[in-house]
Structures are given as C-alpha cells and as structure tokens.
C-alpha cells in the first residue's frame, strides 16, 4: 500500500475544511465526499497508531478538535514548520493559512475562479477602456468597502471610474447569509470593514487574520431587513485583496506623509506601490501578507521589470514577524529551485525610506474613499 506523506494529508485536510466551510455539516452520521472522507480515515488511522493522540468519532469531531488547534494537538508525523499551523478557526471557519494552502495545491477549488477568472476580466475591462485608474478604483473598493449594502452598492457601482468594471463587480459581491446574523442585525469590522461572526456570550469575531490578534470592534451594525439587502465580498477576496490591500494603502498613506510621490498598482498591478524621492529615485514595492511563509517563498515569482525602479523590496506586515518567518521563507525559495531575495518588514522599509529621504510635507492628497467623493 502506498504511504501517503504527512504534507499530503495536511493538503487535502485544508481542502476539506473549504469544502465543509460551504455546508451545513450534520450533527450525526453522514456521507461525506469521498475527499472529505478519505482524509478522516487517515487523520484516523494516524491517531489510532500513535500515542498520545485522540481519535476523532467523526467528521464533525474532528473539526471540533481542529478548530483553533495548532495540527500537532491532531496529526501525528513529521509536520516541519508546519506543526503550529491552524487550519480551522475558533469559529469553525478555514484560516487564512488554509485558504493559503488550497490555492497553493489546487487551484480548481478557488483560486482560478476569483484570481485568475475575476482579476483577468478586470484587467481586459480596464485595459480595453484604457482606464488604469479604473482599476485602481476597483482595488481601491474591495479594500475600503467589503460590505455594502444594496442602496451603497448602487451608489458605488455608478461611479464614473468604476464604469468599465461595474458588472464584474456584481460578481464579486454575494448577499450575506444568515449565519452571520444575531437579533436580527450584522456587525461589520472596526478594523477592516468585513462582516464579523457571532461568538459566544454576545461577542464577535473576525474571521480575518489581522484582525484576530486584537479587540474585535464593531464600527456599524446593519439590519438584515435593509431593503436590498446586506452584501460584502467572496471569502476569498476578503483575504487575498482586502486584507492585505488595507496593508497597502496604510503603507501609501505613511509614505505620502513623508513627502513622497506614491502610484499604487502601476502598469495594472505589475507591484503595489513605486514611490519616487525628491531626487528621481524610484522603489518598487510589493506588499504580501501570506500566513505561511514557505507558500509564499515558493510562489512569489519576482518582480517585472516594468515599470523600471532603482530597488525593490518585497514587504510584508510587521505582525507576521514571528515563528522564523524570514528564514522558512527564504529555505522555500531555495527548495523551490528559485533565486534568493531579501524579503523585508514595514518597521525595516520605513527605516531605509528615512536614511534616505527626511520626512516631510506630504506630496499629494490621497483620494477621499466614498461615493461623494
């Protein structure tokens, strides 16, 4: 019999989880898909001929033994740096580090219907209208308004730069469903606008990883009877544009203030941000906010050379500085057969930025987020 390896199983759990995340998992026996159980009977087998392990009686006690888990409380094997992974939330939700891994391994799952089908289309709408700041507008969307409800959603979707991708954008949003609801109402994210999950004893919790390390606040409630509805983004655009863009567009922020010159997205996305200096010198940076650093290191595939800078950096949020982060990333690289690269966090850029330019009045205004604007 084939031995299937420890990583291998890790994979097809966290596709598992998606998959289970999209229905109601029954409280008693059940069939499940043939994925789904294949990798309960492993996780299964592993415990029962190791020590120190607990069997799960089911698909759904294994969730529960998995939510808010690191995999070394449930998988026995060799897991590497992967044995502080957390696949499943506290509120049974994948992580981000789980979506991480499906894109990584399949992308049929997801990845290819919103990266590559949504962000394709946006990019031949805004190239055909010969429109970059349309699609500066549309990321611009995504990141400031995750939730919208069907009056805003109007509102937005009627601005003139958000003409050529206005349908794609009806894609993108999807109508919140009831289990984010308590006493008749939603409570969106102080910290980055996305809908927030009923907890117990009458709290809320973001299923974002930014978010989770800090006091969950709520900046709005939203009646579900809201004529029209309450609408936010696809789960995988919260955590692969919204998340990590509200790191992008704070980092612009911190650099206009310093009296520098910031284009997001140039060239449609050939990197985040090229800042410019009083002296012509140009930075390239890309902002990436990847829970597991070997996925990253293994799929950054570098930077394109246009448009040209002088240096680039490949940034990535303080808070994820921790667990060897830089190392684990910079080992999947060279397991990957790819080139080595410095990669940097926003404390450290921030430093270059001010041994080379003193901070001073800001060059430019960044434009007011909102419909009247």
């Known amino acids: 019999m084939h031995e299937v390896s420890t990583q291998s199983v890790v994979a097809a759990l966290a596709t598992a989880i998606y998959e289970l995340s999209k229905q ?12 789904v159980q294949r990798v309960y009977n492993h996780v299964v087998l592993r415990t029962l001929i190791a020590d120190g392990y607990e069997t799960p009686g089911s698909v759904p006690g294994m969730l529960d033994m998995m939510a ?93 730069d ?6 794609i954008l009806e894609a993108c949003y999807t109508t919140a469903p009831a289990s984010l609801c308590r006493d008749g109402r939603y409570a969106q994210c102080d910290g980055c606008g996305c809908l927030l999950r009923p907890a117990e004893r009458d709290e809320w919790q973001c299923d974002l990883d930014r978010c989770r390390g800090s006091r969950t606040r709520v900046r709005r409630y939203l009646d579900a009877d809201t004529p029209g509805g309450v609408h936010h983004l696809e789960f995988p655009l919260r955590v692969f544009v919204t998340g990590p ?9 911190k650099l206009r203030k310093r009296g520098l010159k910031v284009l ?50 490949l940034v990535v949020p303080d808070y994820r500085n921790k667990k060897r982060y830089r190392l684990r990333f910079g080992n999947a690289r060279k397991n990957a057969g790819k080139s080595s690269m410095a990669l940097t966090f926003e404390k450290e850029l921030l430093q270059e930025v001010d041994k080379k330019h003193v901070p001073g009045p800001a060059n430019g205004q960044i434009r007011k987020e ?4």
């Open 24 to 35: 109601e998992v029954p409280e008693g026996p059940a069939a499940y898909d043939d994925d």
């Open 68 to 160: 808010g888990q690191p995999l070394c409380k449930l998988l026995p094997g060799d897991l590497g740096d992967d044995e502080d992974a957390v696949l499943l939330s506290d509120a049974r939700r994948p992580t981000q580090e789980c979506m991480e891994r499906i894109v990584n391994t399949n992308r049929d799952v997801m990845g290819e219907k919103f990266e590559n089908a949504i962000m394709k289309r946006v990019f031949q709408a805004c190239q055909a209208a010969e429109s970059p700041e349309s699609y500066v507008a549309f990321r611009r969307l995504l990141i400031s308004e995750p939730t919208l409800t069907k009056k805003e959603m109007t509102a937005w979707f009627t601005e003139i």
């Open 162 to 167: 958000l003409q050529p991708v206005a349908e």
């Open 245 to 253: 863009g509200i790191f992008e567009v704070g980092l612009e922020r």
């Open 264 to 313: 997001m997205w140039p060239a449609y996305d050939a990197y985040d941000l090229l800042i410019t200096f009083p002296d012509g010198t140009r930075w390239a940076i890309d902002v990436k906010d990847y829970a597991h650093p070997g996925i990253l290191g293994a799929r950054f595939p570098g930077f394109r050379s246009n448009p040209p800078a002088d240096k680039k950096f």
């Open 370 to 373: 909102g419909p009247d604007a």
